[in-house]
């Protein structure tokens, strides 16, 4: 069973910065998927940005430009660097893995986010 272990969440003043990491237990298949949603308070569970096998990424129009989806395949792990924080982009963040951008086999326990002066 592939856990997903998260990390780099916290306060943040809006217009700094965070890095949140997700390191998979295990391999996982190389085709799958790697990405995170986020889910505010009382809001649907949202697409943030999605890493392919090959490197292809999809990022969120609401994070476009500010926001960037990578992944270390030796180490399992996708990233997610978040510059230009805004007090609207908190929330739980949630990282999955599965074999479609929308398909999830495995989720994350999550990891807060908050943006606040």
């Known amino acids: 069973q592939v856990q997903l272990v998260e990390s780099g969440g916290g306060l943040v003043q809006p217009g700094g910065s965070l890095r949140l990491s997700c390191a998979a237990s295990e391999s996982i298949y190389s085709s799958y998927v790697m990405g995170w949603y986020r889910q505010a308070p009382g809001k649907q569970r949202e697409l943030v940005a999605v890493?392919?096998?090959?490197?292809?990424?999809k990022h969120a129009d609401s994070v476009k430009g500010r926001f960037t989806i990578s992944r270390d395949y030796a180490k399992n792990t996708v990233y997610l660097q978040m510059n230009s924080l805004k007090p609207e982009d908190s929330a739980v963040y949630y990282c999955?893995?599965?074999?479609?951008?929308?398909?999830?086999?495995?989720w994350g326990q999550g990891t807060q986010v908050t943006v606040s002066s």
């Open positions: 890493i392919t096998s090959g490197g292809s990424t």
């Open positions: 999955y893995v599965g074999p479609g951008v929308t398909l999830v086999s495995h």
